[in-house]
C-alpha cells in the first residue's frame, strides 16, 4: 500500500550542480542532503524541505533535455510573499488562475525544468 510520495526526481545536465545549488538552496531555501556514498560519483544534487518531508533530487543526465510538462508541484505558505522573493531574484512568476480557489504559479529551475508552487491548504 502507497503512504506517501517519498522524492521527485529531475534531471539536470552534468556540470550544473553550483546553478542547481543557488537555486534550490539560495532561492528557494531548500536544505542541500548530503548524497549517500555509492551516488556522490553521479553528480546532481538532492534537496529537503518542511523537515524532510518534501524531497527533490537533481540527477546528473548527459543527454538532459529540460522537464517543461512533467514537474513537481510544491505547496508553499503565503503564496504572494513567496512568489514576490522569487521575481525579486530574478525567478519568472507566471501566475495561472485556471484552477479556482487555490492559486498558483510557474517558474523554471536554472537549467529549464517546470516547477509549480501552490497554495498551500488551510489546516
Not at 19 to 36: I, S
Not at 44 to 60: P, S, T
Amino acid at each position: 500500500m502507497i503512504t506517501a510520495l517519498d522524492h521527485v526526481q529531475l534531471s539536470a545536465p552534468p556540470g550544473s550542480e553550483a546553478l542547481l545549488r543557488a537555486f534550490y538552496g539560495d532561492v528557494l531555501q531548500m536544505a542541500e542532503l548530503p548524497k549517500p556514498g555509492p551516488l556522490t560519483g553521479r553528480g546532481g544534487c538532492w534537496f529537503a524541505a518542511d523537515g524532510g518531508r518534501v524531497r527533490l533530487y537533481l540527477g546528473v543526465e548527459e543527454r538532459f533535455r529540460p522537464s517543461t510538462k512533467a514537474h513537481p508541484g510544491l505547496a508553499v505558505c503565503e503564496i504572494d510573499d513567496f512568489a514576490h522573493r522569487l521575481a525579486e531574484l530574478g525567478a519568472q512568476v507566471v501566475w495561472d488562475d485556471s484552477l479556482p480557489p487555490r492559486r498558483r504559479f510557474y517558474t523554471t529551475d536554472p537549467v529549464g525544468n517546470l516547477l509549480e508552487f501552490v497554495e498551500a491548504s488551510a489546516p
